[in-house]
């Protein structure tokens, strides 16, 4: 049976190292099938020129599903085993349905296991860094980074465009594969108030859902989880631009100045200070503010670990994923304006408005959090940045011993009921995984050692310690500014609704009139873009408040729009 140049060739690895695969295929297509303990492994098909997905991506991916213990990245890891004779004929029946039809199993894995004598299929991918061999990486320049504007229609009800690739349960088919991931485990947690669904990466990160019923919460959980694998790590690498902002400011080229992200108050282990001259690597994006590309420190575009100099602890905030470049960078807008509302009223002690509640799933939250001893109090953050922004307080009630006494979190979006029920979800949902932590990790909320973090800042490392040191009762005097009162209607914006590149446009000019530059990397993933139509992005505007955890790493100097009351103190920001 032919595929690509020539007949394709079964190729039995009994015993083989990780080094072994990377010869596979290399003088014409092959359908390689191997042994490891009680798992057979038949395909990709590789070679010729018929393109796939090569063997040695296909079984990284696996390896690193089993778990960090593995040691994948090790040429000499060896691995073998042999397939009970009784089971050869179902083999022969695997090989023979790919060799029937082999460019379709260019991207597919057949797995047996030998000991149950089940099968399954799996769609591999190339390995997410890249591979010189099946998935290079496309070229880093000024040139693969401009956009290029056009009308961008909206799903009626949504801010979504549509999408066919991603209709009924694609994303799920597509994404959640137990042995190969990306997304290796999908779990519901089902003892909480709103329906809510984690989606968790091969590596560690997670995505999460929050929702009114479970099916929503899956997508949003995987659509998360798409963004959390987009943001890690650069996948435009092939030219890599390492230099200094000096050196970029002398070249005529445009890269953006550090100091204006506002860099780190303290001296910190996580970050070199920042000098002009000290060379970092760094990636393009688009200024949508001034309509050209520009150069960003590569630390700043993707907050996984990065090679070289970091001026700045960066985190995932401003990471969107949409159908499109666009929808995507407008969430990141979106999130952004929602971490800078947060942290503007947190640091300024802005009294703000109560809203009422009008939905019937932020009215649920509220009964269940009244049921656990804490009132739901939601006021309206929105600021000069005008995309409506809800800083959500779960006030306790009836304290008890070691649990915090008070819980925060935020929501932001065009529509303020959907961003009232957001930020309720997700505070009402660190209320009960708090009381979870409190039972199974008591040293974590133990007081002494949280009153040492109240009166020393900077031992606040976590994003737990955030929350948990803000919740002693002593600390009540930092939130005293939030005074329920009379409550008052959200208010929607009168903004393009039926155009996302309109409606992004609106507030790019909104927030230029502020100078407050919008900027944008496309951190899509080709792999999930070509096959589901998902783009990602990473928003960066200098000048607005960036969310960090730790209080070494926090940047509020250097922000002229940062009005503060005082000195600042660690935010309790989940």
Known sequence: MSAGSGPVEVLELVDYTIGDLDLVGADGPVLPVRFDGALVLVGPVFGGDGGGVCVRCAEDARLAALGGSVPRGDRRMRLGGLASPALRPLLALLVDRVLA???????RVLALRTDLATTGEHRVRPRPGGCPTCGPLPEDSPGTATVVR???PVAPGTLRGPNPLTAGDALHRELFDLRHGPVGGMHRIGDLAVAAV??????????FGRTADYAEAERVALYEAVERHAGLR???VTTVLEASYAELAESAGHALDPTRLGLPDHASPHVVPYRPDT?????H???????????VPEHVAYWGPAEGPRFVDETSNGCGTGNSLTEAVLHGLFEVAERDAFLVAWYGRSPLPRLRVRDEVTAHVADRLEQLGYDLELYDATNDLG?????????????????PRAFFAAGAGLDPDAAMRSAAAEVVMDVEAGAKRCRTEPGDFDPDRLRRLLADPRLVRTMDDHVNVNGLPEAADRYDFLVPGPEVDPVAPDVPRDDLDALLEHYVRRWAALDLEVIAVDQSDPVVRDRLGLHSAKVIVPGAVPMTFGELNRRTHGLPRLRLAGPPLPHPFP
């Open 387 to 403: 995309v409506p922004s809800v800083l959500s307080l779960a006030r306790c009630t009836r304290p008890r011993p070691r649990l």
């Open 279 to 283: 060379r970092t690597r760094w990636v």
């Open 198 to 207: 984690s989606a968790e990466l091969v590596g560690g990160q997670a995505g």
């Open 234 to 236: 650069p996948r435009r």
């Open 285 to 295: 994006g688009w200024s949508y503010t001034r309509g050209r590309p520009v150069a």
């Open 150 to 152: 056009a009308p961008v």
């Open 101 to 107: 039809a082999p460019d379709a199993h260019r991207d």
